[in-house]
């Protein structure tokens, strides 16, 4: 059986879920290799509206799987790299990704899973969820999921828990922005119908170049070229199909056809 499941629901709706409950859905790089390959279909496929990174069995995810890390371990240097690049390609596809993405976490996320939470646009967790960039304790570090955390929770609660090692709640978790919403694990399902509605309602178009725009000018200098490049966006959206039809159905107060 496949270690990661892909389906799509409703025709607009993927799932990407983890599916390796035996090893706590931890990752190594067969799992990797797929999530490369599902996303780079996804990303090329049309009329999605979100995207759902979920789980099979107890835990979201242990991070990388220790069988994986001591393989590789021994091997070389280069082999190495190769191996961690694997990963890096995943996480910015999946951080890049154009559509909007929404983990659901349940149970255990370790390591690299926080990683992959912290790549995805919204994250809504069960309030017995718990929390670990472990990585210190087995004499290693964060390295590759860095930069998605950081962004996430920002480097002086990075400094903390990646120094540390230490578990931390849901609660937590919110307070430090790596989710946004804690749910009772009963109530999972019915907040992710909220959030499949909301984009469903949406103009797909204006949500993608909403992602866009949001990943074009973070953390950059407002200068000319920001501005100009704001003014270029919301001008071809105003006059594209759907911006006219969006308008257009919101002053007849009726449904947008999309």
Known sequence: MSKVLYTRHDNEVVKITLNNPSRNNAFDDEIISSLITILEDIEHSDNIKLVMLNSNGKHFSAGADLNWMKRMSNCSHEENLKDASMLTTMLQKLNNLKYP??????????????????????????????????????????????????????????????????????????????????????????????????????????????????????????????????CEVISALRTSKEGREGVTAFLEKRDPKW
């Open 101 to 230: 993405t929404l983990a659901v976490i349940k149970g255990a996320a370790f390591g690299g899973g926080v990683g992959l939470i912290s790549c995805c646009d919204i994250a809504l967790a069960s309030e017995n969820s718990i929390f670990s960039l472990s990585e210190v304790k087995v004499g290693l570090i964060p390295a590759t999921i860095s930069p998605y955390v950081i962004n996430a929770i920002g480097a002086r609660n990075a400094r903390r828990l990646f120094t540390s090692g230490e578990r931390f709640d849901s609660n937590i978790a919110k307070q430090i922005n790596l989710v946004h919403e804690i749910a009772r694990e009963e109530d999972l399902e019915k907040r992710i119908s909220y959030f499949i509605n909301h984009f469903k309602q949406n103009g797909p178009q204006a949500v993608i170049a909403a992602k866009k725009i949001i990943l074009d000018i973070f953390n950059k200098e407002i200068d000319d070229s920001v501005i100009s490049h704001t």
